[in-house]
């Protein structure tokens, strides 16, 4: 298909987004930024936040990984709901009786200056690096397929993005982006579902031939009961737990579309109605590799080796230029979130956690408004080089090394709160930044050597919950006179 088709339908989007900013984004202030004006309305979070939570990495690896792991991903799927049960019922209470606006409030009150910067301090560098990943990787497509055509340079493409969202979460933030998110999710899940149904067309199956399809090709096991393989089922489901816990529950950008409800029922409604779409939304995207994987193998496609790129390769090179347009539809929807909602919970964080707008700040509301301004713009700077940096690297191994280990900062997150809620201990404050250092470090070893410290045993995602006992165990040795919040 031909690159300007896919820039006009980018183009045509892009002015679609700035469409809906306009109408949400008037009349706003700073408590529009922060936390909605606590108005939002709890169906269009919980709708919007499948598109926030996926994004474009989720677009391109869920489907590619049904080639060496069937549908055993669904074990995540199926940790993430009690996941998200723990956080309606013992998080989402705590935040709203507090009254947050930065969830890492909370461990000021609970602990002491330093656990609380701490906390926020980690948020910051794992949204900086994770946002920038995932946005690296979609724009990283849109260039190869799109703008070397032209001789665009990347830094220009990554920057007219960044500028982009600038523009529209500058003013509205979690007002606008809660808006902007129902309009991704949407398009999103049309390009799965369109793409599903353009495959199946192409491969002459019906709605019931598929699934009976995918079942005889061998790739609808669910269930992996081998201890070793990272994919066990126990270890998804543990997994899939913990990771919604550290990575929706206590992560500042999930949280702060949750606590715009306008109560706590709200909230607690908006987070169940989100896990039972986010498990159809998941099944969708997994029925999408497989029959990406009978395509590929129907028409003699070779399976690139990097199977991110299965999706790409087959709608822009065999479909047809429909099918091409529908995936670029679903991967442009899939790069804004990578980003807007980072750059506003990243802004959030700093003025709130780092610059004290919520204490007793001698800034009036003018003042304060400028001051995030700037604040909102540097932080898009900043990811702006990081993805440029990742670009430079020019190492796939590297990067991911890199994404990986900014994923090891949930870990002390999970140890605090969890040391907070489940612990009447206070701790002796100042040393707790070091506990929060170490136990990322030690993961990472355990990680790097597992297979030959524990015989073959390979780490998955349980990784994150050693990282979180590890912390729980530091903060248990620093713990001093019994304290309540």
């Known amino acids: 298909m031909k690159p300007v088709y896919i820039l006009l339908c980018f183009v045509a989007y892009t002015i679609l987004l700035f469409v809906v900013t306009w109408i949400t984004s008037r009349k706003t202030n700073n408590d529009s930024y922060y936390i909605g004006n606590k108005s939002s309305p709890w169906y269009i979070v919980a709708y919007g936040m499948i598109g926030a939570s996926l994004s474009g990495v989720t677009f391109m690896s869920v489907p590619g990984l049904v080639g060496t792991q069937q549908f055993t991903y669904l074990g995540i799927v199926f940790g993430f709901i009690i996941g998200y049960t723990v956080i309606a019922t013992i998080l989402l209470p705590l935040y709203y009786r507090l009254n947050l606006t930065s969830i890492y409030a909370y461990l000021n009150q609970r602990f002491g200056f330093w656990s609380y910067k701490t ?182 496609i070779n399976i690139p080796g990097k199977t991110d790129n299965l999706f790409p390769v087959i709608a822009f090179n065999y479909l047809g230029p429909v099918a091409g347009l529908i995936f670029m539809i679903g991967l442009v929807s899939a790069a804004y979130p990578s980003a807007d909602g980072a750059l506003t919970a990243l802004t959030t964080s700093f003025c709130v956690d780092f610059l004290g707008f919520k204490d007793k700040s001698k800034l009036d509301e003018k003042q304060k408004k400028k001051v995030r301004y700037v604040v909102h713009i540097s932080f898009a700077t900043i990811l702006l080089i990081v993805i440029l940096i990742f670009r430079a690297l020019n190492n796939e191994a590297v990067i991911n090394a890199i994404y990986t280990a900014a994923g090891y900062t949930y870990g002390p997150l999970l140890g605090l709160f969890s040391f907070g809620l489940f612990t009447k201990f206070s701790v002796k404050d100042k040393y707790v930044w070091i506990v929060a250092l170490l136990s990322p470090l030690i993961c990472y070893l355990f990680s790097t050597y597992s297979e030959i410290l524990f015989n073959g045993y390979k780490f998955g995602f349980e990784l994150l919950i050693l990282n979180g006992l590890l912390t729980f165990c530091g903060l248990f040795i620093l713990r001093r006179q019994k304290k309540s919040l």
């Not at 979690?174 to 199946?200: E, N, R």
């Not at 579309?257 to 099944?283: D, H, P, Y």
């Open 119 to 300: 906390g926020a301090f980690y948020f910051l560098l794992s949204r900086i690096i994770g946002a920038s990943f995932r946005m690296f990787l979609v724009v990283n497509v849109l260039q190869v397929f799109v703008f070397d055509h032209w001789g665009v340079p990347f830094g220009v493409v990554v920057a007219v993005f960044i500028i982009l969202i600038i523009l529209y979460t500058f003013e509205g933030g979690v007002k606008t982006i809660i808006w902007t998110d129902t309009l991704q999710t949407t398009f999103m899940l049309l390009g799965v579902v369109l793409s599903i149904y353009f495959i199946s067309k192409e491969l002459g199956l019906g709605l019931g031939d598929i699934f009976s399809k995918i079942s005889d090709a061998g790739y609808s096991r669910i269930i992996e009961t081998a201890w070793k393989p990272s994919n066990n089922i126990f270890k998804q489901i543990l997994g899939g737990i913990f990771i919604s816990i550290a990575m929706t529950g206590l992560d500042q950008e999930m949280m702060q579309k949750n606590i715009s409800c306008r109560n706590l029922k709200e909230a607690q409604k908006n987070m169940f109605t989100f896990s039972g779409i986010l498990v159809i939304v998941n099944i969708m995207f997994l029925t999408l590799g497989a029959v990406l994987y009978l395509y590929a193998s129907s028409k003699g």
